[in-house]
């Protein structure tokens, strides 16, 4: 099983659709959570922390839930341009523990 | 300008080869990570340093080595290049551990 696992998709969503996906993660020691957006051929950038009593920004909501060791994000009113590839990053307690998802590809059409 | 920079951005090696990729960075931060990237597979650590003196292998370290020259430079070499090393690499910066800064990505392919 892998240490951080996501639905590689892709999802196909038409624009202003709320699209939702999860990202679990095996070590229950896992410290800090990030959602991270990479567009295709770039370098992925940080979208949101996830902190334990969920946290929005804007159109972005993610939460956390420790019992069943899952993250999630939470797109409102989808925009052509949150076409990306979505990377779920969890941190253990030391560097070396900063494990990369294989990333969410979502799709929005017109 | 980019925060974090890395040269060259697209390299075609063959194998057997010595190759060195170098990261920049003005953010000031201490950290500096090399990871690669392999479709499918996510980012996996290669190397991490958190500071000029301290250097750590990451997950996939074998046939790797990195030099931290200075706090905003970390540089990557491929001794003796083979082809299943063809990824694209990123170096990343953090302070304290937490949130990384990315750079463009290096596309190395090794023939």
């Known amino acids: 099983r892998k240490e951080v696992e996501q639905d590689p998709g892709p999802f196909n969503v038409p624009e202003g659709a709320t699209v939702a996906f999860n990202c679990t993660y095996s070590?229950?020691?896992?410290?800090?959570f990030f959602w991270y957006r990479q567009d295709c051929r770039k370098e992925p950038k940080l979208l949101m922390s996830v902190y334990s009593s969920g946290n929005e920004d804007g159109r972005f909501t993610a939460q956390l839930n420790r019992a069943s060791q899952y993250i999630s994000l939470l797109i409102r009113d989808s925009k052509l341009s949150d076409s990306a590839t979505y990377l779920c990053?969890?941190?253990?307690?030391?560097?070396?523990?900063?494990?990369f998802g294989s990333g969410t590809r979502l799709s929005i059409r017109p | 300008d980019a925060d974090v920079t890395q040269t060259p951005r697209n390299r075609i090696t063959k194998t057997g080869k010595r190759i060195m990729l170098e990261c920049s960075q003005t953010?000031?931060?201490?950290?500096m990570y090399w990871y690669r990237q392999d479709p499918g597979l996510g980012l996996r650590l290669i190397y991490y340093?958190?500071?000029?003196?301290?250097?750590n292998k990451g997950e996939i370290s074998d046939g790797y080595s990195v030099s931290r020259q200075a706090q905003a430079k970390f540089s990557l070499s491929l001794e003796s290049a083979i082809p299943n090393q063809t990824a694209l690499y990123f170096c990343?910066?953090?302070?304290?551990?937490?949130?990384?800064?990315f750079g463009p990505g290096t596309r190395l392919t090794v023939l």
């Open positions: 990343a910066t953090s302070w304290g551990g937490e949130k990384q800064f």
């Open positions: 340093s958190f500071d000029v003196k301290d250097i």
């Open positions: 990053v969890v941190k253990g307690s030391s560097a070396s523990k900063i494990i």
């Open positions: 953010k000031g931060h201490d950290r």
């Open positions: 070590n229950s020691a896992s410290q800090s």
